[in-house]
């Protein structure tokens, strides 16, 4: 609860946090943390492997310590250190989520990819992310629905809602 991302959270959010009980310190140990992260990786490469469509998805505010909005570079340095490359790790944030709701989802608008009819949602960085995905912290600016935010937008809408939920928990 003191990582600064925690002020973005509700406090409903942020007391369901505190009472989850895989994040009690008191838990057994063959359900900390590192055990089932190591386990996930394990079984995300052998999925990947296997030829399984893999979406990005660790902006679920539900699982502690996930933040919308930040979390995902957290998933996609994740998938790397599980074995996958880099574009395999950002097509899971991109193409492939777009592909599968299409899939899924009658008449749901396109996304995903580069094309022509589908909504415009870009993140334009100064390096190639398959590089570093680092770059990908620190975008110049990000396409949202065809509408543009430079990078001075981004960082006024943060500073905007970073004290938007300073009420006490329930």
């Known amino acids: 609860m003191h990582d600064p991302r925690a002020a973005f959270m509700t406090p409903n959010v942020r007391a369901d946090w505190a009472n989850a009980s895989y994040a009690r310190a008191d838990m057994p140990a ?5 055990d089932v992260l190591a386990f996930l990786g394990e079984f995300t490469k052998a999925l990947q492997a296997k030829g399984v469509p893999l ?3 660790t ?8 933040y919308p909005g930040y979390s995902i570079h957290d998933e996609l340095r994740a998938l790397v250190k599980a074995g996958l490359s880099p574009f395999d790790a950002l097509s899971a944030a991109t193409r492939t989520p777009g592909e599968f709701i299409a899939k899924t989802v009658p008449g749901a608008q396109g996304f995903g ?4 009819g589908l909504r415009a949602d ?7 992310p398959l590089t570093s995905l680092e770059t990908l912290k620190s975008p110049l600016g990000v396409m949202k629905a065809g509408r543009w935010f430079s990078r001075a937008q981004l960082a006024a809408l943060l500073e905007q809602n970073s004290s ?4 006490p928990a329930r």
């Open 55 to 57: 979406l990005a998805g």
């Open 59 to 66: 902006d679920s505010p539900v699982v502690p310590g996930m």
């Open 30 to 34: 063959s359900a900390r943390a590192e």
């Open 164 to 167: 938007k939920y300073d009420e």
């Open 122 to 128: 870009l993140v334009l960085v100064d390096k190639n």
């Open 113 to 116: 990819t580069v094309t022509q």
